[in-house]
């Protein structure tokens, strides 16, 4: 599979990171490596005011250095599921 995405997506996503982190009082010193992998890109249906409507995204497997403590939690919640900045949605 092509890795296609926006040059600016790995700036976006290292800035989601580190706020979820900081969210959790945790440490955001967080590092995307690498982006493996990057699913067909798709819409996913969301809600919001107005009636909501369709967001683009693409499921993706990366790789993220950091506090063992972080990586933990940032894998429990998730990363970009249902954010606003339409990340997509990262799973384990």
């Not at 580190?18 to 067909?40: F, H, I, M, S, Y």
């Not at 009636?51 to 683009?56: D, F």
């Not at 995204?57 to 998730?78: F, I, K, N």
Request: one cysteine or more; a neutral charge; proline letters at 5%.
């Amino acid at each position: 599979t092509t890795l296609f995405r926006s040059p600016e997506w790995d700036v976006y996503m290292q800035g989601n990171i580190w706020r979820k982190a900081e969210t959790l009082d945790l440490d955001p010193q967080v590092t995307l490596e690498a982006v493996n992998w990057v699913g067909p890109k798709r819409s996913f249906a969301v809600a919001g005011a107005g009636g909501g409507g369709k967001k683009p995204g693409a499921c993706v497997e990366v790789a993220l250095s950091g506090a063992p403590r972080t990586l933990e939690a940032l894998h429990s919640w998730g990363l970009g599921q249902a954010n606003s900045t339409g990340m997509g949605w990262i799973g384990a």
